[in-house]
């Protein structure tokens, strides 16, 4: 018979030996776990990754927003339509409403058909009744208007109005814009919409008017991908595209991180999955180190040792991944199905790359992880019978555990869309891990200082651990890595929740007092607090337009690519402070103290500002205020915290150098649902204040938020329930030696209360060792993710000290006394036999 049947017929012939009970089930419970929770991970993730971006799109209203002062090129909307985009067109411009004597100001905005992509309208058939929401806006013909506009205007639904040379019909309230924010916060004058094609018969749209149009594409999110990249280089100076990164900073911080945390997620599990295939791989490679001894023996090469294991490892690695993936994907199909009402609306299908990566990283892991052991089974010598531990690992085994371990980091660096991140948790997880072994191997060797002072149980546990030091390391470290990717998934949830809370809180002001005459300021801030009204402090405020940069046109000294930014074509809203404002925090320079000369102005300028224009410290900026110029040196830098919503401004004058007659003053406040009753009141009381509701901006803001943060919440679940898979694989890893070391002690008459607390000794000192261990890796990894990564603060984590190493402790020893509970079920002879190759 010739040798590759001999070979096919030996591997059948072990492989259903092993499957009966030489470790192979292990193996494959192992990598099959390890698969299915990389992949649920990796595909939940993603799809809610994709999800929260395509809800937060909602907040521009489409996939992607070209804005400008001017239509867009005909040749963009022909190639939109050749990549089968859907394309609208709004335009949006202020300008003066009336009926009958009654005039206002109004910010009104013209839709095309399809407006808008993303989101609802919400509006009202009467002013009484409940909003609905609504995908499409007014039809030609008619106009919707908000409430206020009404209020002002003194006429209700069906009343018609003027606007410019055309007389239309209001036939709906309106309450809700998805992408009201992008026409700015201070929008502060009441909407009006009306449909794209009765503008032309207004006459309110002229060459030279100052309007802004905006272009909404949306499709499939790879062909908005390949739209925007070909679209970058067409833009020139007078278009931008409008993001949710810029328009809505709340959201896309919430986003960023989100993504990280997630990407982090999958990260933790695969590395969880990789120790837990490792420990599986060590096992099965010892409970095969006597057979192979006998095979040396009967002239088995080394190469067809090596064969016969790799082949039975792959084929067991290959149905277990496959089983792994569809049960992942299954899984994660039934979670969405279960967590509907809790997650996004609309949860987009992510392909098949979570599987391929499941599949992938169980393969990969396996070959790395399972082959150094192999390669050991395969240098055993006939001589090996008579010692107990398998040979050095070669150095073709750390090659191939190098090459496994890059492939690995590849792979989710790739998926996670953070090569950077995934370098870090996993090359900082190895040094540490390295210095964890080095002060395991210290523990280990100084512990049996302390042996003749303990419980007589307590030091049986630890002798036992002392006579296994390299499988006790092993095991401490294992330990350890997987506690601390756990504690770190653990601790970066909760300051994100933490830092997501704080940016926009259930409190955050969701009104803004504007228009507050000097005469008036005193009484409405007693108002506000005679009603116990929750507000901000006074600020002034000045309306002025930056002109001139170092004495030369502000356009003409600004880079071409902020030639078109709204900073340069609209009145700032401009306030003096004797202090740096709350939520504002200076980057560089100081406050006045240290640079006002005696007749000189200086001002204080908004991070963003300052790079977009150029702009750096010792500039003069020269500004128009209602046709007066005012020259000032800029002092200083500040990072503004646009989320916060209290009163932010781009510039800041030190006091006393603006006519107080030239301002008003604004305020922010917060006001519950219940008391909404005040707003009339102030308004009745001080007919000049103008009060801006943005309690549904804010409500939007905080529901994509509440949705990230949910997610967040799932996905810690599945990190959790692949570090008790590592936990029980590597207890199931060592169990055989204790087993027995047990069975003897049993057999020369040891109780079951004695080998009881041997083993919970054993087991429970391991974990408090791993637990101290975990401890310090989470606190050196945390501080590079934290600094490097995600930009959170830090604080000293003084409870992990204590909650690590206890919850160590008992997780580690519940797991063993529960893996050892044969000790006491089965014979001694039985155990004996079934444990004489471990």
Request: a neutral charge; proline letters at 5%; aromatic letters at 8%.
């Amino acid at each position: 018979m010739n040798r590759p049947v001999t070979l096919l017929r030996l591997f059948l012939k072990f492989f259903r030996r092993d499957w009966r009970g030489g470790g192979l089930p292990a193996l494959f419970l192992a990598v099959t776990v390890a698969v299915g929770a990389t992949t649920t991970v990796a595909y939940f993730t993603q799809r809610l990754n994709l999800a929260m971006h395509h809800q937060a799109q909602d907040l521009i209203g489409a996939d992607l927003v070209v804005s400008g002062s001017q239509p867009v090129d005909e040749q963009w909307l022909a190639t939109a339509a050749s990549m089968d985009l859907r394309v609208s067109v709004l335009l949006e411009f202020t300008s003066m409403v009336a009926h009958g004597d009654a005039l206002v100001l109004s910010a009104i905005k013209a839709v095309s058909e399809g407006y808008p992509h993303r989101g609802n309208l919400g509006v009202r058939l009467a002013e009484q009744e409940p909003m609905v929401d609504v995908q499409q806006g007014p039809q030609p013909g008619e106009v919707w208007a908000e409430a206020r506009l009404l209020e002002e205007l003194g006429v209700g639904i069906g009343a018609e109005i003027e606007v410019g040379s055309s007389l239309l019909p209001v036939s709906r309230i309106l309450d809700q814009e998805p992408d009201r924010t992008v026409s700015g916060l201070f929008s502060m004058n009441p909407r009006l919409m009306m449909h794209l094609d009765d503008i032309a018969a207004t006459g309110l749209v002229v060459p030279g008017s100052r309007v802004t149009w905006r272009t909404l594409f949306s499709g499939a999110s790879d062909d908005i991908a390949d739209f925007q990249q070909w679209l970058q280089p067409q833009l020139g100076a007078h278009y931008r595209i409008i993001s949710v990164s810029e328009d809505q900073p709340a959201v896309a911080s919430a986003l960023e991180r989100a993504g990280q945390f997630l990407g982090l997620a999958t990260i933790a599990t695969v590395v969880l999955s990789g120790v837990s295939i490792s420990m599986a791989a060590r096992l099965y490679a010892r409970r095969h180190f006597h057979t192979s001894a006998l095979l040396r023996c009967l002239g088995a090469s080394g190469k067809t040792l090596g064969a016969l294991y790799t082949s039975q490892v792959l084929m067991a690695g290959v149905l277990a991944s496959t089983l792994g993936s569809l049960l992942g994907l299954l899984f994660c199909e039934l979670l969405i199905m279960a967590l509907r009402e809790l997650l996004p609306p609309f949860i987009p299908p992510a392909g098949m790359a979570p599987a391929l990566l499941g599949y992938g990283a169980g393969v990969v892991l396996l070959l790395g992880f399972a082959l150094p052991p192999l390669l050991q089974l395969q240098r055993v010598s006939a001589l090996r019978l008579l010692q107990s531990d398998l040979s050095p690992l070669p150095p073709a085994a750390w090659l191939v555990f190098a090459a496994a371990l890059g492939s690995v980091l590849l792979f989710v660096g790739y998926f996670a869309e953070d090569f950077r991140l995934a370098g870090i948790f996993v090359g900082g997880l190895l040094a540490f891990m390295l210095l964890s072994a080095l002060i395991a191997w210290t523990l280990l060797r100084t512990v049996g200082t302390v042996l003749p002072w303990l419980p007589f149980p307590l030091r049986m546990g630890i002798q036992g651990l002392l006579r296994r030091r390299g499988t006790a390391l092993l095991q401490m470290v294992a330990f350890s890595a997987g506690l601390c990717a756990i504690a770190i998934v653990v601790l970066l949830r909760t300051d994100l929740l933490r830092s997501w809370q704080q940016q926009v809180p259930p409190d955050a002001p969701n009104h803004f007092a504007i228009n507050i005459q000097p005469h008036d300021a005193a009484r409405v801030a007693a108002f506000m607090d005679g009603h116990d009204i929750r507000r901000a402090s006074l600020y002034p405020m000045v309306r002025g337009r930056l002109t001139h940069i170092n004495g030369r046109s502000a356009l003409e000294v600004v880079p071409e690519s902020a030639r078109d930014d709204n900073i340069l074509h609209r009145e700032l809203n401009i306030t003096w402070s004797a202090e740096v404002p709350r939520h504002n925090v200076l980057v560089e320079g100081q406050w006045w103290e240290d640079h006002r000369a005696e007749g000189e102005a200086v001002i204080s300028i908004e991070q963003g500002m300052a790079r977009r224009l150029g702009l750096q410290r010792g500039d003069e900026l020269s500004f128009s205020f209602a046709g007066q110029s005012r020259a000032a040196r800029v002092t200083s830098v500040r990072q503004v915290d646009w989320n916060s919503f209290q009163p932010n401004f781009y510039v800041i004058f030190a006091p006393g150098q603006l006519p107080e007659q030239w301002a008003t003053s604004m305020t922010s406040f917060y006001l519950p649902p219940e008391q909404k009753g005040f707003i009339r009141q102030l308004v009745q009381q001080f007919p000049s204040v103008t009060v801006l509701e943005v309690d549904r901006i804010l409500g939007q803001v905080q529901g994509i938020i509440s949705q990230v943060s949910r997610s967040v919440e799932y996905v810690l679940l599945f990190v959790l329930i692949s570090g008790f898979v590592l936990l029980f694989t590597i207890v199931q890893s060592t169990i055989g030696l204790r087993l027995h070391e047990s069975s003897l002690l049993r057999t020369f008459g040891a109780s079951t209360a004695f080998l009881r607390s041997n083993t919970l000794a054993e087991f429970t000192f391991l974990g408090l060792l791993s637990g101290i261990l975990a401890t310090l890796i989470t606190h050196g990894l945390a501080w590079i993710l934290y600094r490097q990564v995600f930009d959170l603060p830090l604080d000293a984590q003084w409870l992990l000290w204590g909650t690590l190493p206890l919850g160590a402790m008992i997780l580690v020893g519940s797991a063993g006394l529960w893996a050892s509970r044969s000790v006491v079920q089965q014979s001694p002879v039985d155990l004996l036999r079934e444990n004489r190759d471990t």
